[in-house]
């Protein structure tokens, strides 16, 4: 599986972007996605996951209520409509693939990642 972001950019504290994710691959649709973000300084954390199905989804505590992952297994591409951005937001985020029927917030449960996309916001 290959995965290409796209939709990073700058944009003001408050706004919105939406950031996507295409997969290449047969496996796509058996696999849970899943967006992880690393700032300057910091670890990659977790954003937020979907299951294969669309079903179950997780999502970090600091981006609740804002942030919404969504996932067209018909496109082979995930989604993260990230609303009333804040400047602590700004990172490379990065899409990934889980192993088939995994998700989660675990770095480990990825088999496959993509290159990253530059999100700042700024203040």
């Known amino acids: 599986v290959q995965l ?7 944009v003001q504290a408050g706004g919105s972007l939406r950031l996507s994710c295409a997969a290449s691959g ?5 696999r849970g996605t899943g967006w992880f973000r690393q700032a300057p300084g910091k670890e990659r954390e977790f954003v937020a996951a979907v299951s294969s199905s669309g079903v179950r989804i997780e ?17 082979n591409t995930v989604y993260l409509q990230m609303s009333s951005l804040k400047p602590e937001d700004t990172a490379v985020y990065y899409c ?7 998700v ?4 480990s449960f990825y088999d496959y990642w993509g290159q990253g996309t530059l999100v700042t916001v700024s203040s």
């Open 4 to 10: 290409q972001a796209s939709g990073g950019g700058l």
């Open 96 to 102: 990934a693939v889980s192993r088939p029927g995994i």
């Open 104 to 107: 989660g917030s675990s770095p």
């Open 26 to 30: 047969r496996s796509f649709s058996i």
């Open 59 to 75: 999502y970090a505590d600091s981006v609740k209520g804002r942030f919404t992952i969504a996932r067209d297994n018909a496109k």
